[in-house]
């Protein structure tokens, strides 16, 4: 798993950028991390995917950590960033507090399944898991999502949606109107959610990628609110298996520590710049660099 | 966007009451300061092991032993209560990240109690199975 070989790498020899771990002290080392878990929750909040998914394929390709000690740090560092922004989202009056309690119960269902799957599994696997899902989310990440102006799935029968109460309204400032909105499929919301929990708490990572469709695509909520919502529960989730990571002995303090401030001030930076890259150069670029990370993190699997 | 009209006509909205907005402020302040106080024991916990042992300065066998542990390392309660007894930085740490990982649980706390106030029988059940079972994930991890 530890050795290193040029032959591992056809599409560029990954190698020459491992840090020299021979001369490395711990001073070296948490400045380091913590530099690169800066950038990594910049990039994370900038591109709308979450700094765990990018400071996993860091700690464990350029740092050499074995990658549960990885996803132990990472989700340490999720529940941080989720509740930051939360914060933010729910004093706007953006989350729907219904539809996130209502859907935790898959979520952290999930998570605690994901988690244990994780103790369980080769790292291996977890590399290639970890590769398919990062693919996917960049790949998420890149198609431009558009607000839905006519929402025909709002006339279809919800009977376990209203009878939970899931509809409710936000405050939309950019048009300065109140917005209605009902939710519908409620059942199919919670089955996914209890899928994304599951990617969670297996890899460390928020999984935003896996919830905000659920909401916005399958129950029909508006992209803000889906958004909103989605981080609301993220903190939950991954306070699960964070819990089973951390009694588990997979959270060791001094890799956690640099990863948790890192992510959550790169975070913190990345809401105070011009919301997300709108450019579509840069996000061309960064979905290259993605999919070669996790092109990477597979072969690691395969070949590590 | 969707708009009232264009749903059925049996169907309303529910309605964000006062209450429901205090209880919103309330968690937006508890995500905050548990955030901010658990940082606050991450960083202060750095400086005091950087301080305790002055091998992490120059020492890469140190480094080793810190990011491959062999060694026991604060990862119960039990542990981090021992640790902090003796003033062990890394200790402070875990302590810090405990109350990170608390720190939603709480949320889920304020919630039940908000619902209870609310008497919504339904959503005090739901908000608290979230809470158990986010127990049974903590006493889960610890059994091997």
Sequence with gaps: MMSWQPRDFPFLDATKIVLPRSWMTPLHFDVLVLLVSTIAGLLGSLLGLGGGIIVIPALTLLFGI???????????????????????????????????????????????????????????????????????????????????????????????????????????????????YRVVRARVGLLLMYIAGTFSGLLGIGSGSLKVPAMDIAMQMPIKVSTATSNFMIGVTAAASAGVYFMGGYIVPFIAAPVAVGVLLGAMIGSHLLGRLQSSTIRTVFVVVLLWISLQMIWKGIHG | MTTVSATPPDWKPTPVSEHVRRVELLISNLLRIGVGVSIALIAIGTVVSFVHHPAYWKSSKELQTLVHPVAPFPH?????????????????????????IATPVMRVLVSVVAFLQEHDRLYTAITLLVFCLLMLALFLGAVE
């Design chain 1, 66 to 180: 074995d990658i549960k000690y990885a996803i132990g740090a990472s989700i340490v560092s999720v529940i941080a960033t989720s509740s930051g922004a939360a914060a933010a989202y729910v004093r706007e009056g953006m989350s729907n507090l219904r539809v996130a309690m209502f859907l935790e119960m898959a979520t952290v269902s999930g998570a605690i399944t994901g988690a244990y799957v994780a103790k369980v599994i080769s790292g291996h696997w977890l590399f290639i898991i970890f590769g398919v899902v990062l693919a996917y989310s960049a790949v998420v990440m890149f198609r431009k999502r558009h607000e839905q102006i006519t929402n025909p799935a709002a006339m279809r029968p919800a009977p376990w949606a209203d009878f939970l109460q899931l509809s409710s309204t936000y405050y939309d400032a950019a048009t300065e109107t109140l917005v209605a």
């Design chain 2, 76 to 100: 119960t309660l039990h542990g981090v209560l021992e640790g902090l007894r003796g003033f062990d930085g890394q200790a402070i740490v875990a302590l810090g990240l405990l109350v990170l």
